[in-house]
């Protein structure tokens, strides 16, 4: 009963910090991390020290750890973004030894003898993860980049690549080195809604888009 209040206490405060965003039962975002405008977590996902940008979700189940998501990401369910390391330099791997805070039933230590320095992951704008990925911690995923159902990703992603596999390795670009060029230069993720309700029709036809972003911009 007691965990149970804590987990509505725990879903009612982060709520209350972010109005604009949508987080659904189950969820856990810690006090470091940041939701944007129309973000959504879906039940069962964990972010911590982690930043969500705006009109971006994680699926159910999954868990981003101290990284940075820019705007209108799409991740699918039981993703892994981040993927936490464990000191191999001591006796044992076990964090029963070292990480009391851990949600694991007994510790034979009371206090912490260990820091997780995992450098920060960043993933761009426009990304979608497919089902299931797991993305190394300190990498960084391209604007636009597209990664594929249970690829493990090891290295950087380009901008509109598409990659998948394990480890993952680059498929195809999304576009021709022209069209990618010309939507990097748009930046148009930075839009206003106002502006992006207007454009919205023209994003299933790219080049047609584009020759409207930059008819407008001259």
Known sequence: MISGIKKAIRLWQVRRRFPMSTIHTG????????????????????????SLGRYSYAQSGSVINNAQIGPFCSIAANVHI??????????????????????????????SHYKDNSPATTVHADVWIGQGAMIKAGLTVGIGAVIGAGALVTRDVEAYSVVGGVPAR??????????????????????????LEKLAPLFTNPKAFLDAVEENSR
């Open 27 to 50: 969820s856990i975002a810690d006090f470091s991390s940041t939701l944007e405008s129309y973000s959504v977590l879906f039940p069962d996902t964990i972010l911590i020290r982690s």
């Open 82 to 111: 981040g993927l936490a390391s464990h000191p191999i330099d001591g006796v044992s791997s076990s964090p029963v030894f070292y990480d009391p805070s851990q949600p694991l039933p007994h510790f034979l230590i009371s206090t």
């Open 170 to 195: 680059e498929i195809k670009k999304r576009f021709d080195d022209d069209v990618c060029q010309r939507l990097l230069t748009s930046r148009w993720w930075e839009f206003d809604e106002t502006k």
